[in-house]
C-alpha cells in the first residue's frame, strides 16, 4: 500500500480572487552579483521599464559598503534621478514604493542626505541572517551584533518616516553551517518585527528549499509562532529548481508577498554558487494560471528580461520568458 499524501500537496485551494504583491528585486538582487560594471544609465533605463509593467514595489539598489559590494556604489544618483523624475511627475510620481537596502546608520545617512529624498514612494530594508556564519560573511558581523546596529537605522528611519522592510537570510540552509533551524529563522523574524520592520522577507538564499522544508518551516512561523502570514514575504532563488513549488507552499500558509527577479537576475555575493531570485516571469504565469492577480503584465516584464539578458550577455534564465520569446519574438 501506498503512504499517504499529506492533504496540501494532493489537494490544492482555489486561490481564485486572491491578490499578491510582487516586489522586484531585480536592478539591486539580480545586478548585485555581476562581475563587470553596470552603468548607470543601463540600471535606470531597467528602472524605467519596470515602472511600466504594473510592478508596484522595486527594489533599486544598495547603501552598502562598496568595497564589498562595488556594483551598487552608484545607488546615491539612482535614488537622486528617481528623486527628480517623481518631482518631475508631480506630488505622487509614479505611485510605486522604491526600496533600497541599508546595513547600517552609515548608508542611512548617505540615502537620507542624498538631494530631494523624500520618505514618500521610498522606503528602506534592512537585512540580517538566521546563520550566524553567514551573518559574518556577509555583514562582517554576528547575528546579535547586527540587530544591535540596526536598531538605531530602524530609529532613524522611522523619525523620517520611512518604512522598513526587514530580510532573514538563509532560512533552509546555510552552504557554512548546514541546516537552519525553523526557531533559528523564528527568533530572528519576530525580533525585526518588533523593532519596526512591517514585514520581514524570508530568504532561502541558496535556493536548497523543497516544499517539505519551506512546509515545515512556515507551519512553525505562522501556526505555533502565531506571525501573522501579512508580516512576512516569500523570497526564493530558484537555484535547485524549487522556487515556483514552494511558492505554492508559501500561497497555502496565506502568504501573499512574492519577491523576484526579471529574467531570473541574481546570485548573492556571499553564497557562492547561489543562482538567481525566481524570475518575475515565472512567478506571475504560475499565480495568475492559478487564479491569483498579481496586476503585473507578463509580456512587458518578459520583454525586459529579454532585453536585459541580452545586455549583460547572459541567457534568460525565465523559462516562460524563453517561451515567450521562443513563440511571440518580444524584441
Ligand atoms: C555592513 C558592512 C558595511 C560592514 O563592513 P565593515 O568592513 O565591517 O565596515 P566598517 O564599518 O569597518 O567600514 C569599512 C569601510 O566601509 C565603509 N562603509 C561602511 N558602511 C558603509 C556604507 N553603508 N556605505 C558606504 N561605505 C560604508 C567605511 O566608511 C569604511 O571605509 P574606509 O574608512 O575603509 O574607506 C559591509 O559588510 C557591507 O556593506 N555588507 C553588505 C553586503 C551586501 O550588500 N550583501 C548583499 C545583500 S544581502 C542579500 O543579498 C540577501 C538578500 C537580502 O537578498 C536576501 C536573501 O536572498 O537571503
Redesign the pocket.
Known sequence: MPRRLSRSFITTPSFTGASVRIVE?GAR?GL?NEKTVIPLATKLELLNKLSKTGLTHIEAG????????PQ?ANTGSILEVLEQERRAQGQDGDGITYSY?V??I??LE?MLGVKGTAAKGNEIAI?ASASEEFSIK????GIEESLRRFRPVVESALEHGLQIRG?V??VISCPYSGPTSPQAVGDVVERLLEMGCYEV?L?D?NGVGTPGTVGKLLRHLVQERGIKPERLAA?F?DTYGQAIVNSLVALEHGIRTFDSSVGGLGG???SKGATGNVATEDLVYFLEGTGVKTGVDLEAVARIGEWISKVLGRGNGSRVGRALAGSKGLI
Request: hydrophobic letters at 30%.
Open positions: 528585486v538582487d548585485q544598495s547603501f552598502v559598503s562598496p568595497k564589498w559590494v551598487m537596502l546595513p547600517n552609515k548608508g548617505t537585512f556577509n555583514l562582517n558581523c530580510y537570510s538563509m522577507s530568504g538564499t523570497h532563488h548573492c555575493p556571499y
